[in-house]
């Protein structure tokens, strides 16, 4: 993938979130070279400013990339900062991060670019993966639509993951499926991208998912 046209503008940052992965100590499994882990692939996507980028940096255990750039006046009127006034970048390529899940198997997140403009990268990101974490806010339950519909017509399998932020209205996840029209087979679960186990959750609610959705 060429992403030559955004290196003048891209700042490697870390996430808003903070990431408490890098610093973890590697656990003794984590350290077994002669047990060869599983890798796959996952995308996390949702609408713009849902929290991506929080959710690949709150759980990775290298250094998450992120490709974030300082929104300018250019974005008003295209991107809705209503739920998140304190936003001031946005990803313009990808997110990257990578967490061992304890049975050996080691998930690479990819975060998706939020705003529609980037979307034609999306084909090239999902390439390979096992499935997609799609981020939705209950405040603007519409944004995460393109992201759904494009899995489901690809066929990925792919978990909703409701990012509640505190403060805000509290959905039950069957009330969210519901409201989003999402079938009975597709796990929703409601979490919070800056509390790493309920990102943890999410990964393997979806790599259980894919599990049982691949043919054995
Ligand atoms: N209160 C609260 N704020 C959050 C939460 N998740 C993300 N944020 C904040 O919301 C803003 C957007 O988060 P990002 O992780 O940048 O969202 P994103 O989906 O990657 O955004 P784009 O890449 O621009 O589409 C940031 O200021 C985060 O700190 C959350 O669970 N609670
Ligand atoms: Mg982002």
């Given at each position: 993938?060429?992403?030559?046209?955004?290196?003048?503008?891209?700042?490697?940052?870390?996430?808003?979130?903070?990431?408490?992965?890098?610093?973890?100590?590697?656990?003794?499994?984590?350290?077994?070279?002669?047990?060869?882990?599983?890798?796959?692939?996952?995308?996390?996507?949702?609408?713009?400013?849902?929290?991506?980028?929080?959710?690949?940096?709150?759980?990775?255990?290298?250094?998450?990339?992120?490709?974030?750039?300082?929104?300018?006046?250019?974005?008003?009127?295209?991107?809705?900062?209503?739920?998140?006034?304190?936003?001031?970048?946005?990803?313009?390529?990808?997110?990257?991060?990578?967490?061992?899940?304890?049975?050996?198997?080691?998930?690479?997140?990819?975060?998706?670019?939020?705003?529609?403009?980037?979307?034609?990268?999306?084909?090239?990101?999902?390439?390979?993966?096992?499935?997609?974490?799609?981020?939705?806010?209950?405040?603007?339950?519409?944004?995460?639509?393109?992201?759904?519909?494009?899995?489901?017509?690809?066929?990925?399998?792919?978990?909703?993951?409701?990012?509640?932020?505190e403060g805000t209205e509290y959905y039950e996840a069957e009330d969210v499926r519901e409201a989003l029209s999402?079938?009975?087979g597709v796990p929703v679960v409601v979490m919070d991208a800056r509390k790493r186990d309920t990102v943890v959750?999410?990964?393997?609610?979806?790599?259980?998912?894919?599990?049982?959705?691949?043919?054995a």
């Amino acid at each position: 993938m060429d992403f030559a046209g955004f290196d003048s503008t891209t700042t490697p940052t870390t996430p808003s979130g903070g990431s408490a992965g890098p610093d973890e100590p590697l656990q003794e499994w984590q350290k077994d070279t002669s047990r060869a882990p599983i890798a796959t692939k996952i995308v996390v996507a949702g609408g713009f400013g849902v929290g991506k980028t929080t959710f690949v940096g709150r759980v990775s255990e290298i250094e998450p990339l992120v490709t974030e750039a300082v929104m300018t006046q250019a974005s008003e009127g295209t991107d809705d900062l209503a739920a998140t006034p304190e936003k001031t970048t946005t990803t313009v390529a990808m997110d990257f991060g990578r967490i061992t899940l304890d049975a050996g198997l080691v998930l690479y997140l990819f975060g998706t670019p939020g705003q529609q403009r980037f979307w034609f990268m999306w084909d090239d990101l999902v390439r390979g993966a096992i499935g997609a974490v799609v981020m939705a806010d209950t405040r603007r339950l519409e944004d995460c639509f393109p992201a759904l519909d494009y899995f489901e017509s690809c066929g990925l399998p792919y978990v909703v993951a409701v990012n509640h932020f505190e403060g805000t209205e509290y959905y039950e996840a069957e009330d969210v499926r519901e409201a989003l029209s999402v079938p009975a087979g597709v796990p929703v679960v409601v979490m919070d991208a800056r509390k790493r186990d309920t990102v943890v959750d999410s990964l393997t609610t979806l790599v259980a998912h894919a599990v049982e959705l691949t043919p054995a």
